[in-house]
C-alpha cells in the first residue's frame, strides 16, 4: 500500500526535536510535521527542500513580545520575527481607558488577524485597577488564560501594582485556572534610587543600571512566589536577569510550587558594560548585569538545568528619534536585531551562543496561554493553545 503524498520532505539537515538532535527528514502536510525519517522512509512529496549543512527546527514561539502603537505594529513586527526565525509570538496586549478586557480582546484579535503574517495569541497586562478583573473571565472563555502585573514603574500613572491588588489578581486565575505573569522589580526602591541619581545630576545611561541593583528583583520574585504560594496561582516571572532571582525560583520550584521562568539572550550575552558602547540604545528593563556579578552563568546554569523554562525576546522596540528625549533614563532596545547569528556567531557575545550550544535554550518552550489565531500565512508548525491548569510543576534536575 503506497503511502499517502504530503506536501513538502526537508531533508538532510539536523533535525531538533524536544528531546534530541537527529540527521533526518521532515515530512509536512496540510501545514503540520507528520513524520520523521529517512528518505527512503517517508512518502512522496509535491515539494522537497535541500537542508544540507543546516539546522531545522519546528517554528519556534516566542512568548513575550510588545506590539502595538508605541512599538512595532501587528504588520511589521510579525515580519520582523519571520525574518528571524520565528512563526509564532505570543504578545502583551493592552486595553484602552474605558475599554473591558472582552472588549480589547475582541478588537486585538481583529487587528491582529488582518495583518500578522504569523500564528498569534495574548497574554493581556493588567494595571492597577480593581474593576478591570470584572472582565476577566469572559475573557478567560475566549482564550486569553494569562496576564501580566507590573510591580515597578511608580511614574507610570497605574502601572505599577500594589501587593494588595497582586492577590486580588493572583485569587482570579487560581479560580478560573490561569497564570499571573510578573516583572519582578522593588518599584519603590527603584523610584527612590531614580530620584536620587537624578537629584545628583547622575543621568548617564552608564548611571541607570545602578538605580536597579540586581537584589531589588529578588526581593520582588519573593514576594510574588509568597503570595502566588498564598493564593494558590500559577507564578511565571518574566525575563529573569539575576542569580539571586534564580536562587529563589528554585527554591519554590523544589518545594513543589508550580513556579516557571523565561530569560532572554540579551541576559545571557551581554552585560552593563554595552551601555558605555550603545548609551540608550542598551536600556532595558530589568537592566543589563555587572561583567563580574556571575548572572549570566547563573542563567545558562538554569537554562541547561530546566529551571529556567523558555528563552524569550521581550522585544520592545522605540523609534531611535525617541529612545534619547523626554527621560532622564530614555530607553529602546531592539530584540530581533540579533547581536549574533548562530552557527556563524559574531558580534558583542564572542561566539558565545555557538559555544555553549543556543539551540538547547529554544527546546523547552511552555505551553503558554491564550487565543491561538491561524494568521494568513500558515507556518509549518501549528501551536495548539492549553490550559495552564494542565501543566506540571518543573521538577529540580537530578545531580
Known amino acids: 500500500m503506497t503511502a499517502a503524498k504530503v506536501d513538502t520532505i526537508v531533508r538532510g539537515g539536523r533535525v531538533v526535536t ?46 513575550h513580545v510588545h506590539l502595538g502603537p508605541v512599538y512595532d505594529d501587528w504588520s511589521t513586527g510579525p515580519v520582523a520575527a519571520a525574518h528571524a526565525g520565528l ?68 511614574k507610570r500613572p497605574k502601572r505599577m501594582c500594589t501587593d494588595d491588588f497582586i492577590a486580588q489578581v493572583m485569587e482570579k486565575l487560581a479560580a478560573l485556572g490561569g497564570v499571573c505573569q510578573l516583572h519582578c522589580e522593588n518599584g519603590d526602591i527603584l523610584y527612590h534610587l531614580e530620584n536620587k ?59 513543589g510550587q508550580r513556579v516557571w521562568t523565561e530569560t532572554c539572550p540579551q541576559y545571557l550575552l551581554l552585560t552593563e558594560k554595552e551601555m558605555e558602547k550603545w548609551g540608550p540604545l542598551a536600556k532595558i528593563g530589568p537592566p543589563l548585569r555587572p561583567a563580574d556579578g556571575g548572572d549570566g552563568e547563573a542563567l545558562w546554569a538554569g537554562s541547561a538545568g530546566g529551571h529556567i523554562a523558555t528563552l524569550a525576546s521581550d522585544h520592545s522596540p522605540r523609534r531611535k528619534a525617541s529612545t534619547g528625549r523626554g527621560s532622564p533614563f530614555p530607553s529602546g532596545a531592539r530584540r530581533w536585531r540579533p547581536w ?49 491548569s494542565s501543566i506540571q510543576s518543573p521538577s529540580p534536575p537530578s545531580r
Open 87 to 154: 512563526t509564532t509570538l505570543i504578545a502583551f496586549a493592552e486595553y484602552n481607558d474605558g475599554e473591558t478586557l472582552p472588549q480589547a480582546t475582541k478588537r486585538i484579535a481583529d487587528e491582529a488577524s488582518q495583518a500578522s503574517v504569523l500564528d498569534f495569541g495574548f497574554h493581556f497586562i493588567v494595571n492597577n485597577e480593581p474593576h478591570i478583573l470584572e472582565g476577566m473571565p469572559e475573557a478567560f472563555e475566549m482564550g486569553v488564560t494569562s496576564f501580566k502585573i507590573f510591580m515597578t514603574y511608580k
Open 340 to 388: 549574533c547569528r548562530w552557527p556563524t556567531a559574531r558580534a558583542s557575545c564572542g561566539g558565545d551562543c555557538r559555544s555553549r550550544g543556543w539551540r538547547a535554550c529554544w527546546r523547552r518552550i511552555p505551553r503558554a496561554s491564550s487565543v491561538s489565531t491561524r494568521a494568513r500565512a500558515p507556518s509549518a508548525w501549528a501551536p495548539t493553545p492549553i490550559s495552564p
Open 197 to 255: 541619581a537624578i537629584a545628583a545630576g547622575r543621568v548617564k545611561p552608564t548611571d541607570f543600571p545602578g538605580t536597579c541593583p540586581p537584589w531589588t528583583e529578588e526581593e520582588a520574585i519573593n514576594r510574588a512566589i509568597r503570595i502566588g504560594a498564598m493564593t494558590g496561582c500559577p507564578v511565571y516571572v518574566v525575563h529573569l536577569s539575576t542569580a539571586g532571582g534564580l536562587r529563589r525560583i528554585k527554591e519554590a520550584q523544589a518545594e
Open 18 to 63: 524536544a528531546t534530541e538532535v537527529l540527521d533526518t527528514s521532515v515530512a509536512i502536510r496540510g501545514g503540520r510535521i507528520v513524520a520523521l525519517g529517512h528518505d527512503e522512509a517517508l512518502p512522496p512529496a509535491d515539494r522537497t527542500i535541500d537542508a544540507t549543512g543546516k539546522i531545522v527546527l519546528p517554528g519556534l514561539i516566542d512568548c
